[in-house]
């Protein structure tokens, strides 16, 4: 059945805020998943928790946008994880030496060369993984919303 002039306007007129609030539905739902990923798959050795707890949502309604980040005030070093180092030279600065151990042993140096660490990219790899998932979920959520909006 096709629709009139009017009706057309009027469906459309009710589809742009269920489009918003269905999209931002999916997109909440998508971000957490990605937190979720992010957290349970990785390659870091878990010691206090705080690395996967650094993983944080930021959702901004006004873009229909979420941002999954790595908050450095849970887990400072959550970005040296995530990105690896290079290698770099550690140097005693407050006492006059450093302390390790090596091979059972005790050992003081005044510098170190540490040969940097792999990157870790959890979170890239977690969007990578559902990326195809969410935008079908993105798809659903709109023509949910034609259809909800009376629009065939």
Known sequence: MA??????????????????????????KGAKEIQS?????????RQSGDLQRSISIR???QAHAASIFLDTGVAYYAGYVH???????????NKKSLLFTSYGRNVFR????????????FLFEAGR????????????????????????
């Open 129 to 152: 993984a559902l990326k195809d998932k969410i935008l079908a979920d993105i798809k659903m959520a709109t023509l949910d919303a034609v259809s909800a909006a009376g629009v065939k």
């Open 83 to 93: 990105g690896g180092t290079r290698p770099h030279e550690i140097v005693a600065k």
């Open 37 to 45: 990923y992010g957290r349970r798959v990785h390659r870091f050795k």
């Open 3 to 28: 629709l009139s002039i009017t009706q057309a306007i009027d469906a459309l007129k009710k589809l742009s805020p269920i489009i918003n609030r269905k999209i931002d539905i999916a997109i909440q």
């Open 59 to 61: 959702f901004n309604r």
């Open 110 to 121: 005044k510098k170190v060369f540490h040969p940097g660490t792999k990157p870790d990219e």
